[in-house]
């Protein structure tokens, strides 16, 4: 994809206004904490099918071997490292975020329990994601990771992208070798109806330029997976107050298209 509309005399000519758009937004979109709470947990079992906004984990790390729900078979690990989405940015809890929906909908898919974990921090980018985050993970037997809007934001160029990305890949592999890596493709910014136009439609190029970024840094990865981003945001309820990070609501249909890039555990019945 080429990004040479960066430098076009439109882009150039509407920077001002751009930049006084970018500036109204930061003060006016309020701050969210993070998801309260446990940063681990255990989902599921064989059968279970929690009704949307619903937790089955336990909410202590000590209940991780105790996993319910009828659940079968070894645990199967997830974690889930980045930015303010992964960090339950917009819930009150983990449960109700992205790490909660992922480990149920992936325990009643596969009929084994789930065990997650959340290495994630409101504001980070790439570069800090690898040197503070990664080195948090424990031993997880799939890894999604949710980042590039703050990149976006910082207006990080596509190139340097490019090489922070492969940067953290290798981190996590030095960390959990061999661990499959799914990577969460950038949300459709270019339809978030908390941003004004022109700000919106031009957030929403840049956007797609690192989400082939990261299509590209996945292509040439062994076990590396780009998961696109198809979400119903004009859904009622999927954003939260801030009209810009996900609702409980929000975060369960993108769980809904990000689960079926996840590796299924062998026996599985998901597996075959």
């Known amino acids: 994809m080429s990004v040479g509309w960066l430098a076009s005399p439109a882009t150039v000519a509407l920077a001002p206004m751009l930049a006084v758009q970018g500036m109204r937004i930061r003060r006016g979109i309020p701050r969210l904490p993070e998801a309260a709470g446990p940063r681990t947990g255990v ?3 064989a059968g279970v099918v929690p009704p949307a906004g619903v937790s089955e ?3 202590a790390e000590g209940a991780a071997d105790a996993p319910s729900g009828g659940a079968a078979g070894p645990v199967f690990r997830l974690a889930v490292l980045g930015e303010s989405t992964a960090a339950g940015v917009g819930v009150a809890t983990h449960d109700e975020g992205l790490a909660g929906f992922l480990a149920r909908g992936t325990a009643a898919r596969t009929g084994r329990p ?3 974990q959340v290495a994630a921090r409101s504001g980070v980018n790439t570069r800090t994601t690898t040197a503070e985050l990664v080195p ?6 799939v890894v999604v990771v949710a980042l590039g809007v703050n ?3 910082e207006l990080n160029r596509p190139r340097r992208f490019r090489g922070e990305l492969r940067e953290l890949v290798a981190a996590v592999r030095r960390r959990l070798p061999g661990v ?7 949300p459709p910014v270019g339809r978030f109806p908390a941003l004004p136009q022109p700000l919106r439609a031009v957030l929403g190029l840049r956007a797609r330029a690192l989400d082939h970024v990261m299509r590209d840094v996945a292509r040439g990865a062994e076990g590396v997976v780009h998961a696109t981003a198809e979400v119903p945001i ?5 954003f939260a107050s801030d009209g810009f990070h996900p609702s409980a609501t929000g975060y369960r249909h993108w769980a809904e298209a990000l689960v079926q890039a996840l590796p299924d555990p062998p026996g599985s019945p998901a597996a075959g």
């Open 57 to 59: 984990s336990p909410g």
């Open 136 to 141: 948090l993970l424990e031993p997880a037997d």
């Open 180 to 186: 499959p890596i799914v990577v969460a493709g950038m």
């Open 151 to 153: 990149e976006l934001l």
């Open 234 to 238: 004009e859904t009622a309820g999927f």
């Open 43 to 45: 989902a599921g079992g």
């Open 114 to 116: 789930v065990r997650w």
